[in-house]
T-cell receptor, first 116, second 116 residues
Framework: AQSVTQLGSHVSVSEGALVLLRCNYSSSVPPYLFWYVQYPNQGLQLLLKYTSAATLVKGINGFEAEFKKSETSFHLTKPSAHMSDAAEYFCAVSDQSGGSNYKLTFGKGTLLTVNP | DTGVSQDPRHKITKRGQNVTFRCDPISEHNRLYWYRQTLGQGPEFLTYFQNEAQLEKSRLLSDRFSAERPKGSFSTLEIQRTEQGDSAMYLC??????????????FGPGTRLTVL
């Protein structure tokens, strides 16, 4: 069974500082990986996805993530935080085995706070 | 592309009552998903449809829950005899199945259910 672990339920950074949100996955086969962002009382918006092409994936709003198979990680980064980045971020994995490539398994999320 | 819409956005009900939620996917998306998100957790998969066929139901979906997608367009999720443990955000997502690769799921704003 696949799983996702997001280290740190709450990350706080200063405006302009580096954002690093950690995600480790467990999957029996190379997975597809996603980062979603959720603003209060809203649904999830896709930031970026990894689908076995380039290991460094660029997304919207200046975010990017790097797939590292040896570390089973897919950490999300942004060089300079903006106040509008304050939200909850979810890492998700889609298993590519057994025809189950429709079901997303999510981590518990990381709440990002940006301080002025 | 008007996005995934859900109705209602909020629902407060008394324990034992039945509730029904509606999801309108992005037009021409052939896959539709339901997830449940409780406080402090990531979304959990409930069920999914390809066109009008319901192809998988999670064990989280007890017999009090039923979902339909008539004619492969909008979908409804009904909860009978609601319990306080059903209080959660119910998220709908849709995607376009293309080939063998995984498709990107686009989420609606969710329906927040509170059972008193």
């Amino acid at each position: 069974a696949q799983s996702v672990t997001q280290l740190g339920s709450h990350v706080s950074v200063s405006e302009g500082a580096l954002v690093l949100l950690r995600c480790n996955y467990s999957s029996s086969v190379p997975p597809y990986l996603f980062w979603y962002v959720q603003y209060p009382n809203q649904g999830l918006q896709l930031l970026l996805k990894y689908t076995s092409a380039a290991t460094l994936v660029k997304g919207i709003n200046g975010f990017e993530a790097e797939f590292k198979k040896s570390e089973t990680s897919f950490h999300l980064t942004k060089p300079s935080a903006h106040m509008s980045d304050a939200a909850e971020y979810f890492c998700a994995v889609s298993d590519q085995s057994g025809g189950s490539n429709y079901k997303l398994t999510f981590g518990k999320g990381t709440l990002l706070t940006v301080n002025p | 592309d008007t996005g995934v819409s859900q109705d209602p956005r909020h629902k407060i009900t008394k324990r034992g009552q039945n509730v029904t939620f509606r999801c309108d996917p992005i037009s021409e998306h052939n896959r539709l998903y339901w997830y449940r998100q409780t406080l402090g957790q990531g979304p959990e998969f409930l069920t999914y449809f390809q066109n009008e066929a319901q192809l998988e139901k999670s064990r989280l979906l007890s017999d009090r829950f039923s979902a339909e997608r008539p004619k492969g367009s909008f979908s409804t999720l009904e909860i009978q005899r609601t319990e306080q443990g059903d209080s959660a955000m119910y998220l709908c997502a849709s995607s376009l199945r293309q080939g063998a690769s995984t498709d990107t799921q686009y989420f609606g704003p969710g329906t927040r259910l509170t059972v008193l």
